[in-house]
């Protein structure tokens, strides 16, 4: 079946930071990604969508110049949380669709970033 | 998009079958059912999707109401793996940003021995 994989797995790191975020679709070529975040005990929510080749769109409230998004090939999508603080911690995941109608998306595993 | 309502929680005995129900009365003509499930600290793992007619995979089972206005998610054999929160999202099957998924609260299953 389709896989995405999402690296790191796992951040820490201190305030002020940058992070980035891969996303790889591993078998199957995906020109749109979806990032989400998730806060605990809470759903899913999205974030952006991220277009191969064009500029990502993003979801009323969220700052596209502190979340940047890069897609630059049609199987690895790029989020950057630029100078991170503590109440950017969460668990932000990625997803990418597989072409064809009424395909299904399928997601990475996650990347749990806390900001000390 | 057409908004889904699923119970918050259900309780299953291992081994045996797990009905997971959802009510999207209002979903229109092109869109798919989507089922997903999010074991705690992981990303949403795709189950199965409809639009009309009922679908079984490896997984699961899903069977769709001639109105299209409810589903049900089965897992024949649940096992404590099983234990999960349970989302069932309605979306056209159109491409590029309106391809997005909204999660709702999802149906917290608990799988007990």
């Known amino acids: 079946g389709a896989v995405v994989s999402q690296h790191p797995s796992w951040v820490i790191c201190k305030s002020g930071t940058s992070v980035k975020i891969e996303c790889r679709s591993l078998d199957f070529q995906a020109t749109t990604m979806f990032w989400y975040r998730q806060f605990p ?48 911690s969460s668990f932000y995941i990625c997803s990418a669709r597989v072409p064809g109608g009424g395909q299904p998306q399928h997601f990475g595993d996650g990347t749990r970033l806390s900001i000390l | 998009d057409a908004k889904t309502t699923q119970p918050p929680s259900m ?10 129900p959802c009510n999207h009365s209002t979903i229109s003509g092109n869109e798919y059912v989507y089922w997903y499930r999010q074991i705690h600290s992981q990303g949403p793992q795709y189950i199965i999707h409809g639009l009309k007619n009922n679908e079984t995979n490896e997984m699961a089972s899903l069977i769709i109401t001639e109105d299209r206005k409810s589903s049900t998610l089965i897992l024949p054999h649940a096992t404590l793996r099983d234990t999960a929160v349970y989302y069932c999202i309605v979306r056209v ?13 999802g149906t917290k299953l608990s799988v007990k021995p």
């Open chain 2, 11 to 20: 309780d299953c005995a291992e081994g045996r079958a797990a009905n997971l």
């Open chain 1, 41 to 88: 005990k809470q759903s899913l929510m999205l974030m952006a969508t991220s277009n191969e080749g064009s500029k990502a769109t993003y979801e009323q409230g969220v700052e596209k110049d502190k979340f940047l998004i890069n897609h630059a090939s049609l199987t690895l999508s790029t989020l950057t949380v630029t100078s991170a603080h503590p109440e950017d």
């Open chain 2, 93 to 105: 099957a159109s491409g590029g940003s309106q391809g997005n998924l909204i999660f709702g609260k």
